[in-house]
């Protein structure tokens, strides 16, 4: 009981050429100004309840995003012990 224009879209869809992950992760970079960054809380002050913050973000010359956040919320703890983090 699926409607024509949405099956005629879910055709289309299934052959349309698509940008790749990272080309898709940059325009998002490249397009956005504001996020929700989170993690999983862990012990017992939090539990495995998430713990977010909004963050602004711009991208740099070569396409990888700057992060600004404030440095006391739990999520920042958490980027800074992270390997991958520039700091």
Do not use: W
Not at 19 to 40: H, K, N, P, Q
Not at 55 to 76: H, L, N, Q, W
């Amino acid at each position: 009981n699926v409607d024509l224009e949405i099956d005629a879209f879910r055709q289309h869809q299934a052959t349309a050429p698509t940008l790749s992950f990272a080309d898709e992760c940059r325009t998002l970079v490249d397009l956005g100004r504001y996020a929700v960054i989170s993690t999983f809380g862990r012990g017992e002050a939090y539990g495995a309840y998430p713990n977010g913050s909004i963050v602004g973000f711009a991208s740099d010359t070569t396409g990888r995003p700057i992060f600004a956040m404030k440095y006391f919320p739990i999520t920042a703890f958490r980027l800074r012990d992270c390997p991958y983090s520039y700091q």
